[in-house]
C-alpha cells in the first residue's frame, strides 16, 4: 500500500515559482501513473498533470500547460511539479494521487481512478 506525502508549498507573489516533490514510494515497486491535482476552497478537485512512470510521458490539463511541468526521478519514486508564473488563481491545496493501470488513467486523470492520495501542501499566490 502506498502512503504518498507532498512537500514544497509555500506563499508566493504572482509570477514566481515553486517546485513541489511527491514521495510516491518508499519500497518495493511504485505507481504506474502519479498525478498532481489541485483544491481551492468551495471547489472540486482538478487535475492539474500526471505522468505515466514507465516511460515518462506527462499530461497536463489546458489551465496549467506551458506553466507546470512534471518530472519523475531515475527511481520513479519521486516526482516533481515545477510551477511557473504563477498566478492568484493558482491558489489551492496541492495533492499527489496514485494510480495502478495503463497510460489511458494518466491520459484522462479522473480522480476517482487515483486510489492513493497524500496529504496535501499549501500554494498561496498573491497579486
Known amino acids: 500500500q502506498w502512503h504518498p506525502v507532498e512537500s514544497g508549498g509555500d506563499s508566493v507573489q504572482a509570477g514566481g515559482s515553486l517546485r513541489l516533490s511527491c514521495v510516491a514510494s518508499?519500497?518495493?515497486?511504485?505507481?504506474?501513473?502519479v498525478g498532481w491535482f489541485r483544491q481551492a476552497p468551495g471547489k472540486a478537485r482538478e487535475g492539474g498533470g500526471t505522468?505515466?512512470?514507465?516511460?515518462?510521458?506527462?499530461y497536463y490539463s489546458d489551465s496549467v500547460k506551458g506553466r507546470f511541468t512534471i518530472s519523475q526521478d531515475n527511481t520513479r519514486k519521486t516526482v516533481y511539479l515545477q510551477l511557473n508564473n504563477l498566478k492568484p488563481e493558482d491558489t489551492a491545496k496541492y495533492y499527489c494521487?496514485?494510480?495502478?493501470?495503463?497510460?489511458?488513467?494518466?491520459?484522462?486523470?479522473?480522480?476517482?481512478?487515483?486510489?492513493?492520495w497524500g496529504p496535501g501542501t499549501q500554494v498561496t499566490v498573491s497579486s
Open positions: 494521487g496514485l494510480a495502478v493501470g495503463d497510460g489511458y488513467v494518466c491520459l484522462t486523470a479522473a480522480v476517482g481512478d487515483f486510489g492513493y
Open positions: 518508499e519500497h518495493g515497486f511504485g505507481p504506474d501513473c
Open positions: 505522468v505515466f512512470t514507465s516511460d515518462g510521458t506527462a
